[in-house]
């Protein structure tokens, strides 16, 4: 089963949705199942993984909604308030769905780098310990130690890191990242999205070349058991097409990958991770 595991839809007209903004053009618009399914059809993707864009409840609603018509649609990373009391009762709630397969807080945009560390967070992380239920971790590479001292913590949390961890590749970023990246990678729990790399680059200039050290560093990283093919689409459209994205990918994966290993990348780590 090939998986794209991770990808987005929203609707401009939910009052929830914040985000994207206006001046960004290519992307500011209603994206739904029906803009995606030719995308999965030419690249022979069975299942999907779709991922919360909105920090708020509703968007979990919205996006559990949306897979009771489409059964593309292997399971939804929704959003929680982790830094919450009432965070073991949701999630009882919502655990329920057959549908619901992740969590994501966005820790990107909080002002805290050190959200992930607060005692009540924390205990929203044993929950999902306790329940073996996984974790999407959406971060730059400053927020890295924070992570490992999460995770030297709770040594068994289920985690993936998505995008890679968003290193500046327009700017070449590389030892900050690489380092925390290889810190992470020590953690056998943890798997790594091998997503949204192409929107860090120039998004006018980049080039198939551009990647391949990121790429290739991931790999060495954690192993082709630990990576999972991921398009972010359609926030990739800021910067190439969906087929673009497969290309940059297909064109950077080391040379010694076997077949059995791409299956992995392309759908059976994913598979695993999220038990679909």
């Known amino acids: 089963m090939r998986i794209d595991a991770h990808q987005h839809f929203w609707d401009l007209g939910n009052e929830f949705t914040h ?28 299942k ?23 059964d593309f649609i292997g399971g939804v990373v929704g959003w929680f308030d982790m830094d919450n009391e009432r965070f073991l009762e949701e999630f009882a709630n919502y655990s329920k769905h057959p549908k ?36 999407d971790i959406l971060i730059y590479p400053k927020h890295l130690p924070h992570i490992v001292e999460l995770l030297e913590e709770f040594p068994t949390l289920r985690a993936v890191i998505d995008h890679c961890a968003k290193p500046n590749i327009k700017d070449r970023q590389w030892d900050e990242w690489a380092k925390g990246m290889e810190k992470i990678s020590q953690f056998d729990s943890v798997m790594c999205k091998l997503s949204g790399l192409v ?16 790429i290739e560093n991931i790999f060495n990283c954690f192993g082709p058991k630990r990576v999972m093919f991921g398009s972010d689409w359609p ?25 059995q290993e791409k299956e992995l990348l392309f759908g059976g780590n994913a598979k695993k991770f999220y038990k679909l």
């Open 199 to 214: 929107t860090e680059a120039d998004h006018q200039t980049w080039n198939l070349e551009d990647f391949r050290p990121y």
């Open 19 to 46: 985000w994207p903004t206006s001046d960004l053009k290519a992307i500011y618009r209603n994206f739904l199942p029906e803009n995606l399914r030719n995308h999965l059809k030419e690249h022979k993707i069975d």
């Open 235 to 259: 926030v990739c459209l800021l910067a190439a097409s969906y087929d673009e994205v497969m290309e940059i990918l297909q064109k950077n994966i080391p040379a010694n990958i076997t077949d």
């Open 100 to 135: 619901l397969v992740g969590i994501r807080p966005m820790l990107q945009g909080l002002a805290d780098d050190r959200w992930i560390l607060r005692p009540e967070v924390k205990r929203s992380i044993q929950i999902l310990i306790d329940h073996d239920f996984p974790i």
């Open 48 to 70: 999907t993984v779709l991922v919360q864009a909105a920090p708020n409840i509703e968007e979990t609603d919205f996006l559990l909604e949306l897979t009771e018509k489409n």
